[in-house]
């Protein structure tokens, strides 16, 4: 049975540090997520780098690059987001019930939902692990070693 692990990272390079490492130990692109708001350079940019190739310049970078299945999407209540690997087409077609409706997709419960949304508000970068139950385990400990802050398995 698939499970879930989330993660919130402060900043964009322990986000790519972590999905750079899970790619190392194996994950497929298919397992592997990332959301992030999308910067629109008038203020100190904590995700420079996230979209380059994509024509977006200054907004959410690396990480992203490193996934397949990129969407640009507009989110009520939070603005331009940027999200990568299977979470894209959720949030696609859950953009009216923002990135909460999104993750109640994935198994989150609509309470940690909130707090991610109110997370990528704030500039972090929400990653999520879709897998099976061992490869979920080493996910979230990855997650904490390359410093996401409230890990959840669900």
Known sequence: MDRTVIGAFREQGQ?????????QRGFSEKELSVVAKKDDGQRGNRHDGIGEGLGWGAGVG????????????AIPGIGPIVAAGPIAAALT????????????????????????EEDIKAGEVVAMVRAASPK????????????AHDVEVH
């Open 15 to 23: 986000a790519d540090r972590a999905i750079r490492e899970l790619k």
């Open 62 to 73: 690396g990480v992203v690059g490193l996934l397949a299945g990129v969407g640009a999407l």
């Open 93 to 116: 077609g859950a953009a009216t019930g923002g990135v909460a409706g999104g993750l109640l997709d994935f198994g989150v419960p609509a309470g940690s939902t909130r707090r991610y």
């Open 136 to 147: 979920v385990d080493q996910a979230a400990d990855v997650f904490r070693r390359q410093g």
